[in-house]
């Protein structure tokens, strides 16, 4: 049962600390999203990867928040330095090019409190 | 400007009968809309999908209308289970990657 994979689940951290999130996608997918889900915007791309490669960021503030994938099996998603405003659920999801555009496969999502 | 709009965060129905979850949109460039369902400390799962080219999509109890003239999608859910409990995601996409979003309807069905 391949499934994606987030860590931590939960995280709790002050102001101004660094807050590093990680996700391993579903073997043999291509496509890595990074999405935020809040109670006012409801679910918010912040990333796509395509083959590793960074496609689209828009979504995300550049000056704090940063998305790599160091190899196929891993991409993560830093916040530093981290606000109140950046709590969330932070939601990786992963698929194959082109079907991503159909079908998208969801990690549990990092749930994370900037106190 | 929340161009995927669900303007119900919340719908209560009895088991067994039908839930009505709403969707409109603004842009008229979308052309591909999707319904997730959210269980509590779970990532979305995808529920169903509709083309613009289409006007009704079905699959076992859930059925999603489009209407394009009105800029508007429903899932219906014929007949409701208290396992359908969860929050009910609307997208749309332009013909890339990206989906917008609407914020959910909590959906509660009673037994």
């Known amino acids: 049962d391949a499934r994606v994979t987030q860590t931590p689940r939960d995280k709790v951290t002050e102001m101004g600390q660094e807050v590093t999130m990680r996700c391993q996608p579903i073997l043999g997918h291509n496509t890595v999203f990074w999405y935020r889900q809040t109670m006012m915007q409801g679910l918010e791309l912040l990333a796509y990867?395509?083959?590793?490669?960074?496609?689209?960021d828009s979504g995300m503030p550049k000056d704090r928040f940063s998305a790599e994938m160091p190899d196929a099996t891993l991409a993560t998603l830093k916040i530093q330095p981290s606000e109140p405003r950046d709590s969330a659920v932070y939601f990786c999801a992963s698929g194959t090019y082109p079907d991503s555009r159909w079908t998208q496969y969801f990690g549990p999502g990092t749930r994370l409190l900037v106190l | 400007d929340q161009q995927v709009k669900q303007n119900s965060p919340s719908l209560s129905v009895q088991e067994g009968r039908i839930s009505i979850l709403n969707c409109d949109y603004t842009n008229s460039m979308f052309d591909y809309f999707l319904w997730y369902k959210k269980y509590p400390a779970e990532g979305p799962t995808f529920l169903i999908s509709?083309?613009?080219?289409?006007d009704k999509n079905e699959d076992g109890r859930f059925t999603v209308f489009l209407n394009k003239s009105a800029k508007h999608l429903s899932l219906h859910i014929v007949p409701s289970q208290p396992g359908d409990s969860a929050v009910y995601f609307c997208a749309a996409s332009d013909r890339t990657y990206k989906y917008i979003f609407g914020t959910g309807t909590r959906l509660k069905v009673l037994a």
């Open positions: 990867f395509r083959n590793r490669a960074p496609l689209d």
């Open positions: 509709i083309s613009s080219i289409k």
